[in-house]
């Protein structure tokens, strides 16, 4: 008999689950759209009742700052397909923002009724293991800045500004300047997109498809400088509470932690402006690598190799 380990990334927007037998990663999108309380569809198949008209569909988003808001079994159902086998003990290594008692029960609750053997935990601050590691993750709901030396957690701060709260101010952007309601899932695909085009030194014309006051949908347009505003406001936000991290430290850890470098990952840490904008405030390296968003992921295989 032998234990079958799948490893949980479970983010507000997506989750990522890695199945070590198959050496498997699959992600999808955290949302569920419900009917009369009854699940119609999960993941990208949801996201299309966003834009449905009928009022009994809702459609919900569990996680949000590290925390499960509401049901996520048929997240994880979907995600895992568990295998019933005698010889073959499924067990599961999730990722928590910090240890929190109720987050861990809710977590071995689920674990229980899916008939896991075996539950272990660990948070980002475990995974952090550099003499000196100061360390930013920014993500989509939150954005966690803290400081680790000898692998042992110095000070940690959750701060409520990342890409969620950019989204939301790219839907006021939009309906200020074109009169039109967008979704959320169209404001973090502008985002996307507005980065994307930022990062080639282009203008470029975004468009997608909002609610006028009649209640129709028509399509809406706006430039990649129209929507700049509202991602240098998050980043500035972020880059201010580090700098107030960083300022509690001694003058001696200060020195430290600026030539050791700050290390960032997160789905916003290739978002245009933000690494460019922490090396320039901050006059130190910025550690970062080409796809931050699997950094804790990746870690956490890591981890589990050891």
């Known amino acids: 008999m032998f234990n079958r380990w799948y490893i949980i990334d479970a983010g507000a927007y997506q989750i990522r689950i890695f199945d070590e037998s198959k050496d498997e990663l699959i992600q999808f999108q955290s949302i569920i759209a419900y009917k009369n309380n009854e699940v119609v569809?999960?993941?990208s198949q949801a996201t299309e009742y966003v834009y449905h008209r009928n009022n009994s569909i809702k459609v919900k988003y569990p996680f949000c700052e590290g925390k499960i808001l509401s049901d996520i079994m048929p997240l994880l159902k979907y995600g895992l397909n568990i295998e019933k086998h005698i010889w073959k003990r499924p067990c599961v290594l999730i990722c928590l923002l910090n240890r929190s008692q109720q987050e861990e029960q809710k977590w071995i609750s689920y674990a229980k009724e899916l008939g896991i053997y075996r539950v272990e935990f660990i948070t980002i601050a475990d995974l952090m293991k550099e003499h000196i590691h100061f360390y930013i993750h920014s993500g989509h709901?939150?954005?966690l800045i803290g400081l680790n030396i000898d692998g042992k957690q110095s000070f940690q701060k959750v701060i409520p500004f990342a890409g969620y709260q950019i989204d939301e101010a790219i839907v006021q952007t939009v309906l200020k300047k074109t009169k039109c309601f967008i979704s959320m899932e169209d404001a973090r695909m502008l985002k996307e997109a507005c980065s994307k085009s930022l990062l080639k030194n282009k203008n470029a014309k975004?468009?997608?498809f909002g609610m006028n006051k009649y209640n129709?949908?028509?399509k809406v347009q706006v430039s990649s400088?129209?929507?700049w505003p509202c991602i240098e406001a998050v980043e500035k936000q972020i880059i201010l509470w580090t700098k107030q991290m960083i300022s509690t430290c001694s003058l001696e850890l200060q020195e430290k932690i600026l030539e050791n470098g700050i290390y960032l990952s997160g789905g916003l840490a290739n978002c245009f402006g933000l690494q460019p904008y922490l090396k320039y405030e901050l006059k130190c390296p910025i550690i970062c690598t080409n796809t931050p968003q699997y950094?804790?992921?990746n870690k956490m295989k890591e981890r589990r190799n050891d």
Do not use: F, G, K
Request: glycine share 0%; hydrophobic share 40%; aromatic share 12%.
């Open 141 to 143: 709901s939150y954005t």
């Open 225 to 227: 400088m129209d929507l």
């Open 41 to 43: 569809s999960v993941a």
């Open 216 to 218: 129709q949908y028509e």
């Open 206 to 208: 975004l468009s997608c």
């Open 295 to 297: 950094d804790i992921m």
